[in-house]
């Protein structure tokens, strides 16, 4: 296990997240793209929010986690674990599940502290992206709710957690 913090993600680390982005997901193959992408998410907080891992050694992110909330501010909120990716050889290391867990606890106290409460979390992935789904039920118990078909080229599955059903919340 390694020792990692967790913090949200200020402007200056968007490059070091589009790096990891690019070396883990197919969707954007442009470095410029991927900046202004999540540049412009960025700018939506708190409808969309980065948190970053970092380890002690390292001076930039070696992890990002992208949660978003859904139909509006409401009293019991709706949040989709949007993204999630880990630099490659820090993968498998538990790094990517002290990232789900404590930004997911930050989002919590962002929503207490507007007089909300977590309804749920949704999280979709790649129904043959075995690993991630795995990643999911460990982390945040998320089970099975449904499949559609051919959304980017390929199969998604949505997954969803409820709050009284996520461990160490
Ligand atoms: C999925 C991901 C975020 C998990 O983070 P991580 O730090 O590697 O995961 P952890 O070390 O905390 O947890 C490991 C567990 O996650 C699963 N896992 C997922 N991807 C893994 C990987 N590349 N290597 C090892 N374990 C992985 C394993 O099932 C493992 O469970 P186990 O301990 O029961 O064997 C990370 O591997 C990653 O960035 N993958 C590529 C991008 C991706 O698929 N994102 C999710 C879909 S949007």
Redesign the pocket.
């Known amino acids: 296990m390694v020792g990692v913090t967790i913090r949200a993600m200020v402007e200056q680390d968007i490059p070091a997240v589009a790096r990891i982005y690019l070396e883990?997901?197919k969707g954007m193959k442009d470095y410029d793209d991927a900046v202004r992408w999540i540049a412009l998410k960025h700018k939506s907080k708190p409808i969309c929010m980065y948190y970053i891992a970092m380890l002690a050694e390292s001076d930039e992110p070696v992890?990002y986690i992208l949660w978003t909330e859904h139909g509006g501010f409401r009293s019991r909120s709706i949040i989709e674990l949007e993204?999630?990716?880990?630099a490659k050889r820090?993968?498998?290391?538990?790094?990517?599940?002290?990232l789900v867990v404590e930004s997911l606890r930050d989002v919590c106290r962002y929503l207490h502290a507007r007089g909300s409460e977590l309804k749920l979390v949704l999280v979709t992935?790649s129904s043959s992206?075995i690993?991630?789904k795995?990643?999911y039920e460990?982390t945040l118990n998320a089970k099975e709710i449904a499949l559609l078909h051919d959304i980017y080229g390929r199969d998604e599955l949505i997954m969803m957690a409820k709050r009284e059903d996520i461990p160490l919340l």
Request: hydrophobic share 35%; net charge positive.
């Open positions: 883990n997901f992890g993204q999630i990716a880990i820090y993968q498998g290391k538990g790094i990517g599940s002290i992935t992206n690993n991630a795995r990643f460990n």
